[in-house]
């Protein structure tokens, strides 16, 4: 069976899906409009679906998972983001936040729905559903280590609002802090236990198929380093009873690590993490 008109109607679906997300969650936000209330949550785990489905039908059609150029990752990056938030929306039932998350999901995606382009001359080991995972696992933990940090910096705003006396848009809106401080932890804990099942798929995994593999590549160490990082803050907050400001803080600062890795490592220092 051909997919590939299946991927092309996908293509330029998931994008529509996501900017009509962003816009009832835009109206719910800025506005009242509490009729479309119903429908937040239910089109949200479509368009998640579908999108899943997507990368799903993609990687059938083509013979390797979308990972082999940026705009391939850019699909998989707004995923990441969309069940990233999905997730956090479920568990705490709060959706104030989504505006913000989703356009995120909505600008990546666009931007890979236009310039994407399909690759079949590609090396062998691209082709690996397994290199599929391990990538998807990162950049899921990535994006919900990401997330965790756009939640802390919205609880240092309302923060910064409250105590300043300054009861805005901000103070009307987002939830209050100790939902944010919980938004922030949930989606910690998931970019935790993402980067985990990352860094075992790669240990195992990736000896097997690189040659030159290193446990010292860059790229393994940082994350690694990541992770040990995020274990010690959540094994702070359980055990010491560490929260509020003083975590949000925290939680900043350890994304200042992910950056590092995200950028300088990932552009300038790894040797087989570069596909390209």
């Known amino acids: ?44 785990l479509i368009t998640v679906a579908l999108h899943i489905v997507y990368l799903v039908v993609r990687t059938i ?24 938030y999905t997730y956090i929306e479920v568990r705490t039932r709060a959706s104030a936040t989504g505006f913000f998350i989703l356009f995120l999901a909505f600008a ?10 399909d690759r079949f001359d590609i090396p062998g080991y691209l082709h690996s559903v397994v290199l599929g995972f391990h990538v998807s696992a990162a950049l899921l933990g990535y994006t919900a280590i990401s997330l965790s940090a756009a939640y802390g910096f919205l609880y240092l705003m309302l923060y910064h609002e409250i105590k300043s006396s300054r009861f805005g848009l901000i103070y009307n809106r987002l939830p209050n802090l ?23 798929i790669g240990v195992i995994w990736l000896p097997r198929v690189f040659h030159n593999f290193s446990y010292w590549d860059p790229k393994l160490v940082g994350t690694l380093v990541i992770w040990c990082l995020y274990a010690v803050a959540l094994g702070a907050k359980r055990q010491l009873g560490w929260q509020g400001r003083k975590t949000m803080v925290i939680t900043l600062v350890a994304f200042g690590f992910v950056f590092l890795s995200m950028t300088v490592i990932n552009l300038y220092l790894s040797s087989f993490h570069s596909f390209h």
């Open 178 to 200: 100790e939902m944010l401080e919980t938004m922030s932890h949930r989606a910690e804990v998931f970019g935790f236990v993402s980067l985990g099942v990352a860094i075992v």
């Open 108 to 117: 990546f995606q666009t931007a890979s729905s236009v310039f994407i382009r």
């Open 1 to 44: 069976m051909n997919m590939q008109p299946v991927v092309l109607f996908l293509l330029i679906l998931i994008p529509l899906l996501y900017a009509g997300l962003t816009t009832v969650y835009g109206l719910q936000f800025f506005g009242d409009f509490p009729g479309l209330t119903r429908f937040r949550t239910p089109a949200l």
């Open 61 to 84: 059609a083509f013979d390797h998972p979308p990972i082999t150029s940026v705009f391939e990752i850019m699909t998989v990056l707004a995923a990441s983001i969309a069940i990233g």
